[in-house]
């Protein structure tokens, strides 16, 4: 049985919490329990790329071995010009570097035999033979998956590729962001899709939303009496949202020159997040009602104003290979904004990202108001360690901390802080769970589209973004291994941002 252990995470360990019996929850369990899907060809377009060699491909390998996959095919379409063989030979090793559970060779065999291959260059004149050819050895009713890892500006004309080959009917498209740059770029790619797809058809993808810590925060929210009376603004101080990174843009300097932190990180994930934080209750946990709330949160999101922004840019950038000399392209975003209903007035929201940060992490934190202190003694350090933390930690580790005052032991009233922490890791079923994108992808087979961002959800965040956009604040610049400008302290004062943080999370001991 897995224990809901003490948090060292910020604070001091407090008392450890047994949760009841979760049963069996493998993945295979999953699996044998998910509605049955009809056949699919799934067609990736970019399939010799990064993201399908790291995520896509085994990925997708891992929801064969679940059983989570109906019968399928797999069509890569991509630059090199290669066979099947070899981009089978591609897909395995793909498969044997990144996948995160085993595989024997008789899965790896089963799956690869599903797996075809069409260079770009002969997509248009090929693509269409070979998908029907699959959908027919398929049988009545196969379903078409389209997943465009491919660069924005290369969108546009695969879209109109499937037009040309007739691969719209009975089918689905997941895209990757960015979904424009700015408002009119949105609305531009919005209705080129839309000339070809309905927008049912579309499915925007955020792996952010597909995290089992994302989906936590609605579990908690909703599930529990102990959180759902107090989440607003009579009980919350303030929210932030912290996505450091200690990487640089290494091999992306060409796309991020071109688009920066904000337009990579804050307009599609930190939103994202955002709206699931601060969403009303839906009617169901199901695509529609999710998605009105969702877009409540936008549609009451003021406009960003500069003077609440904080840019930079970590020394060094400049000399990036790929990056002008004199770019002003910010690798470093923190801003403040706020959320104008009745809900959230007068709760500030800050949000965090950068490249080549002190460490790299996605914390949520819930900061509830102090009560009044006047009853305890001066010397009884109660309010030194800052207010009561609710802590998501959106890392595969899926942790949630508590934090809260305790008496410490002895004479006299002292106070210090304790917590309390759970960890997927310390569950039976560490190990078990969905990875975002194997999740998100079995999602859009099914057609649900909980998890995924609209086209609504994209222009109003442009739409707020403008005043940012047509008026940035210069770019600061920062250290390397650091936590941004100096300037983002006066941002956030008085309160103070909870990375990084006082002491670290305790270590889960391996059983």
Same mark, same amino acid.
């Given at each position: ?9 910020t ?50 390998? #891992? ?32 498969? #044997? ?17 599903r ?23 398929l ?23 499937l ?8 089918? #689905? ?21 839309h000339?070809?797809l ?20 609605l ?26 990174e200690t ?6 300097a ?76 910010e ?39 102090e ?8 010397d ?7 207010p ?10 899926s942790?949630v901390?508590?934090?809260?005052y ?19 890791e ?6 078990e ?32 973004s ?6 940035p ?24 941002? #909870? ?13």
């Open positions: 049985m897995s224990k809901l252990r003490p948090l060292a995470g604070d001091h360990a407090g008392p450890s919490v047994t949760p009841e019996p979760l049963g069996e929850d493998s993945l295979e369990a999953v699996g044998s329990q998910a509605s049955p899907l009809p056949p699919h060809v799934l067609v990736i377009f970019g399939a010799t790329g990064d993201l399908a060699r790291r995520k896509l491909l085994p990925g997708l390998l #891992r929801l064969y071995q679940a059983g989570l996959l109906p019968e399928f095919r797999i069509v890569g379409v991509s630059l090199e010009e290669i066979d099947e063989v070899e981009f089978r030979a591609v897909a395995a090793k793909a498969c #044997r570097e990144f996948a995160r559970h085993a595989f024997g060779q008789e899965d790896w065999h089963e799956f690869s035999n797996l075809s291959y069409v260079p770009h260059a002969s997509a248009h004149k090929q693509l269409g033979g070979v998908v029907k050819g699959l959908q027919s050895e049988g009545e009713g196969t379903c078409l998956l389209h997943y465009l890892s491919v660069p924005p500006a290369a969108a546009e004309d695969v879209i109109r590729m037009a040309d080959n007739d691969l719209v009917d009975n089918a #689905r498209v997941i895209m990757e962001k960015p979904f424009g740059t700015d408002l009119a770029s949105a609305r531009h790619l919005n209705q080129t899709l000339e070809v309905r927008e049912e058809q579309i499915f925007r993808i955020d792996h952010f939303l597909g995290k089992e810590a994302a989906l936590n925060i579990a908690l929210r909703f599930a529990n009496g102990l959180f759902e009376p107090i989440w607003n603004r009579d009980h919350i101080d303030h929210i932030q949202i912290d996505v450091p990487l640089g843009v290494g091999s992306r060409a796309f991020y020159e071109g688009t920066g932190a904000y337009r990579d990180m804050v307009v599609t994930h930190l939103m994202q997040i955002l709206a699931f934080v601060a969403m009303e209750p839906p009617t169901a946990l199901a695509p529609e009602p999710i998605t009105e709330e969702k877009n409540k949160v936008f549609r009451s999101l003021r406009p960003l104003d500069p003077d609440w922004v904080v840019r930079g840019q970590y020394e060094g950038y400049t000399d990036e290979p790929g990056v002008d000399p004199s770019s002003s392209t690798t470093f975003v923190a801003l403040r904004n706020e959320i104008d209903n009745w809900r959230w007035s007068g709760v500030k929201f800050y949000l965090r990202t950068g490249k080549r940060m002190a460490e790299s992490a996605r914390i949520i934190s819930i900061a509830f108001r009560p009044p202190q006047s009853m305890f003694p001066g009884s350090k109660v309010g030194r360690y800052g009561d933390h609710l802590t998501f930690d959106l890392d595969e580790s942790r901390s508590l934090s809260f305790g008496k410490k032991p002895g004479m006299g009233m002292v106070l210090d802080k304790a917590s309390m922490q759970f960890s997927l310390e569950t039976d079923y560490a190990g769970t969905l990875e975002a994108y194997e999740r998100l992808i079995r999602d859009a087979m099914a057609g649900d589209r909980t998890l995924f961002t609209t086209a609504t959800d994209i222009e109003r965040l442009w739409e707020i403008e005043p940012l956009l047509q008026s604040p210069p770019v600061k610049p920062y250290p390397a291994g650091s936590w941004g400008p100096t300037e983002i302290g006066s941002l956030i004062a008085p309160n103070s941002w #909870r990375l990084p943080f006082a002491r670290r999370w305790r270590r889960v001991p391996v059983s």
